[in-house]
């Protein structure tokens, strides 16, 4: 039988805070659990430093910044404006996702149609 390197309470605390799962904070997970927060967070220390790969934890909107970044190439200002937040926001997020070594894709410009392509166009389909 392999030896578990997490306890099932540090495991808990992971699965309760982390994006991939639940992503609830640190007060609901602490509800859940029956504990205090500063236990919550305790545990989800001593799980990182046993298992640093499990980094990094982000918060809901955090990884909502990043999906809309990664997945939907949206710019700062439509995040702001889909939000309801402002761009100061916005980059201050962006920021923190980078200090935690989030890769955020660069922004590809967008390809749109021009008239003088017409007659560019050597087969129609």
């Known amino acids: 039988m392999e030896e578990r390197i997490l306890t099932n309470h ?6 309760y805070c982390h994006q991939d799962f639940k992503g609830l904070t640190t007060a609901k997970a602490a509800e859940k659990m029956g504990v205090t927060q500063r236990r919550v967070q305790q545990l989800l220390r001593s799980a990182v430093q046993k298992c640093p790969q499990l980094l990094p934890i982000l918060t809901k909107r955090q990884t909502e910044i990043r ?18 937040i402002s761009i100061h926001t916005v ?22 149609y021009q008239k003088w392509m017409d007659n560019q166009i050597t087969e129609k389909f």
């Open 67 to 84: 999906l809309l970044i990664n997945d939907d190439g949206f710019t700062s200002e439509q995040i702001a404006q889909l939000l309801n």
């Open 10 to 15: 540090e495991e808990l605390a992971y699965r």
């Open 91 to 112: 980059g201050s997020t962006v920021s923190v996702l980078k200090t935690k070594g989030i890769y955020l894709e660069k922004r590809k410009p967008t390809l749109s």
